[in-house]
């Protein structure tokens, strides 16, 4: 994704790059938490359909939301 340079901030030097990328995902989650954001979620495959899904996608069959589900360690 592209962004307006405007809109770009330096990443604070006060805590790992990692968890400075994390924030904005934080923050959709805590949306999604209140309610102010509903996620539609299109279909839920398992991981070892991964392959598959990569595939549709490639060919640009899939539309929505897709979870993937990862099993209980």
């Not at 790059?17 to 924030?23: K, M, Q």
């Not at 999604?32 to 299109?42: F, I, K, M, P, Q």
């Not at 495959?45 to 598959?52: K, R, T, Y």
Request: aromatic content about 2%; proline content about 8%.
């Amino acid at each position: 994704m592209i962004a307006p340079a405007e809109i770009l901030t330096e990443a604070p030097r006060n805590i790992p790059l990692a968890d400075a990328a994390a924030l904005p995902l934080v923050g959709l989650t805590a949306w999604v938490g209140t309610g102010e954001l509903r996620v539609e979620v299109a279909r839920r495959v398992a991981l070892a359909e991964l392959p598959a899904l990569h595939a549709q996608a490639g060919a640009g069959e899939l539309s929505g939301k897709t979870v993937v589900l990862v099993p209980a360690a």
